[in-house]
């Protein structure tokens, strides 16, 4: 006798989704903060502000988190920041 899954284990298996990545951006001393934030808001679509603060966050601490979502969206993300030279690692 053979076990056939149910509807509901087909369902739970198709809700299975892979977590999302971020974009960590590591700070330099080679490009101004004016050359960073228009990169962020390039890359993310985020308001100035919140590009602004991010900047900081980079500068103050050496890196941060700039952006989390899909793993596709987060490669999209790196290579616009990077067009530039910036540094930046996508975690999982």
Do not use: Y
Not at 57 to 62: A, L
Not at 69 to 87: F, H, K, N, Y
């Amino acid at each position: 006798m053979t076990l056939q899954p149910t509807g509901q284990q087909e369902k739970e298996a198709e809700v299975l989704v892979s977590p999302p990545a971020i974009v960590v951006l590591f700070n330099d001393e080679v490009h101004t903060f004016d050359e960073v934030i228009g990169q962020i808001i390039k890359a993310t679509g985020c308001e100035s502000a919140k590009a602004e603060a991010l900047t900081w966050e980079v500068h103050t601490n050496g890196k941060a988190a700039v952006f989390e979502g899909p793993m596709d969206e987060c490669l999209g993300v790196s290579r616009t920041l990077e067009e530039i030279a910036l540094q930046t690692q996508i975690q999982v």
